[in-house]
């Protein structure tokens, strides 16, 4: 890993979360491959810099069985949904998505999380070098 290329949590202010209907968790910078999450959403990601070759996404269940899948997108137009699985009650969803390309500099990467078709989550990180 080129020790230059980070990617940190994005946190959103007040005024833009408003305005977009959304919360995002904010953290310290973080090295590129790694985990971040928000209550039940997390995306962990493989790659380093601005290259994304495969993202997980985990959701976590909590009191019974749900149908549970995730969407996973970037700001710049890219986006995928995951298959839906019946989880048993205590137990992780994990997904996996392959965006396999570079994405410009201050992209945000973001995941929601689905219970029976609504969201219980999202995560968003910010891909930087």
Not at 10 to 18: C, E, M, Q, V, W
Not at 78 to 97: E, G, I
Request: with cysteine; aromatic share 8%; hydrophobic share 35%.
């Amino acid at each position: 890993m080129r020790p230059n290329t980070i990617i940190s949590a994005f946190g959103a202010t007040a005024a833009t979360a408003a305005a977009v209907g959304l919360v995002f968790a904010a953290g310290p910078p973080a090295a590129a491959d790694g985990k971040w999450c928000d209550h039940s959403v997390c995306i962990r990601t493989y790659d380093t810099g601005t290259y994304l070759g495969r993202v997980e996404v985990s959701v976590v269940n909590t009191d019974q069985q749900h149908k549970i899948s995730a969407r996973v997108w970037t700001t710049n137009g890219w986006s995928a949904r995951t298959k839906t699985q019946a989880v048993s009650a205590s137990r992780t969803y994990r997904a996996k998505a392959y965006p396999q390309r570079h994405f410009p500099e201050g992209t945000r990467l973001c995941a929601e999380g689905f219970q029976a078709g609504e969201s219980v989550g999202i995560t968003c990180i910010t891909l930087s070098k």
